[in-house]
């Protein structure tokens, strides 16, 4: 797909990586953005899924969770839906292939093991030497280059389910 919006969802995010931290809220905020979507509820959620879940690299990546935030906003079930258990396959199916790009690209979707993967070891952020180690090995530059693959896949992922809806009516 060749549409101008998703070079610049890849810089945002990777800006923001780079600039504020926090890979989920850096890629919710760069979809959100390109789309023209304003919702700080989604944001704020992203709060606390940085580094698999509050720093800890033990769970999903945050940028993949963020862009499962945005999907899921734009294509989730409501809450009026949410005894039909049927409603939440669109999302479900979307965000799946989100993981599976991820899984592709990475070999797996767990924080630590991108960590391993990308830079040869997992930081405990909650270590200062671990912190600092990680700022040496360029674990800013890593995550910003795969917040912005994150962001540019759930870009793209959105753009697709659009055009599949309106080719639809």
């Known amino acids: 797909m060749e549409d101008k919006r998703l070079d610049k969802v890849f810089d945002s995010a990777k800006d923001n990586e780079l600039n504020c931290t926090g890979c989920a809220q850096s890629t919710v905020a760069a979809v959100m953005d390109v789309l023209g979507i304003k919702d700080e509820s989604a944001f704020r959620a992203a709060s606390g899924l940085s580094m698999g879940v509050g720093l800890t690299g033990d769970g999903t990546c945050g940028a993949l969770t963020g ?3 945005a999907i899921g906003l734009l294509f989730g079930r409501t809450s009026k839906e949410f005894e039909d258990p049927g409603a939440a396959m669109r999302a479900y199916d979307l965000v799946r292939l989100l993981y599976d790009d991820f899984r592709a690209r990475y ?4 924080c630590n093991d991108i960590q391993v993967k990308l830079m040869g070891r997992f930081y405990d952020m909650d270590k200062d030497e671990d ?3 990680a700022l040496a090995d360029g674990m800013r530059d890593h995550c910003s ?8 896949k759930t ?3 959105i753009l697709n389910a659009k ?3 309106e080719a639809q009516t």
């Open 163 to 165: 055009a599949e809806d």
């Open 145 to 152: 280059v795969l917040v912005g693959n994150a962001a540019r």
């Open 107 to 110: 070999g797996t979707a767990r």
């Open 67 to 69: 862009g499962a935030i």
């Open 155 to 157: 870009l793209e992922i």
């Open 131 to 133: 912190y600092e180690a």
